[in-house]
């Protein structure tokens, strides 16, 4: 990515954002106005991001075609990822002779507050965890930090006997506080830093922004109903 960014020889890393990458100027892209002055830079820009879910989606497919697969969508921030991932699936599976009939459900997990750990994982919403038994599972989540959410959700439904389970991430965060758990399918490894957009969001904000990019720390906008204000809120 303009020269900061590789292609790694394991593709499980997805495609490497380094640490020296200073993203792009937010001048070069159109976002919502009422994001101003809370954003750093864009760290993705929008097309890259859906170009690089194609080739994810072509991968998944060569790898587990011709069977059903259950999809198990992380919310909230993994719901664009998901439908984006889903719909090229679709494609391929139209236009191709190989095939994937597949069933999406949603589930929650429970584990931090604005950007902060607050301690064990909760399973929210979704089908009884039972009926993955012998399914074809693909988990779609946006970001892999540390990872020990993600083992700990594998961990909860390894204990029902699917048939397989493959893990998709849109972002895995390098981070010293790793324990080294990586997705069968990776969009981008990224520094440890704080992003939001692409459904990605800081206290429900930024969702809609279609860009990944870098974000202040410091709270959200205040909304005024005759008009948009930004407020710092300390």
């Avoid at 279609?210 to 202040?216: D, G, I, K, L």
Wanted: aromatic share 10%; proline share 4%.
């Amino acid at each position: 990515m303009a020269g900061s960014s590789e292609e790694a020889p394991d593709s499980r890393r997805g495609v490497v954002v380094m640490d020296d990458w200073s993203g792009y100027d937010l001048n070069l892209f159109t976002y919502p106005q009422h994001y101003y002055g809370d954003l750093e830079y864009v760290l993705i820009p929008h097309g890259i991001i859906v170009d690089r879910i194609e080739r994810l989606a072509k991968d998944i497919m060569n790898d587990i075609g011709y069977c059903d697969i259950m999809v198990l969508c992380v919310l909230k921030g993994g719901y664009k990822f998901c439908a984006d991932l889903v719909e090229h699936l679709k494609n391929i599976s139209r236009n191709s002779d190989r095939f994937v009939s597949m069933k999406v459900d949603f589930i929650r997990l429970k584990s931090y507050k604005n950007d902060q750990s607050v301690g064990e994982m909760q399973i929210i919403g979704g089908d009884d965890l039972s009926t993955l038994a012998g399914k074809n599972v693909l988990i779609v989540e946006d970001v892999v930090g540390t990872g020990r959410t993600m083992k700990a959700l594998l961990s909860s439904i390894e204990k029902y006997k699917p048939n397989m389970i493959k893990v998709a991430s849109l972002l895995v965060k390098r981070t010293p506080r790793s324990d080294g758990f990586r997705p069968d399918y990776t969009g981008f490894e990224i520094p440890n830093l704080f992003v939001v957009g692409y459904a990605l969001d800081y206290n429900e904000y930024f969702r809609d922004l279609n860009e990944m990019a870098s974000a202040h720390r410091r709270g959200p906008p205040v909304w005024n109903p005759s008009c948009v204000i930004l407020t710092n809120i300390e």
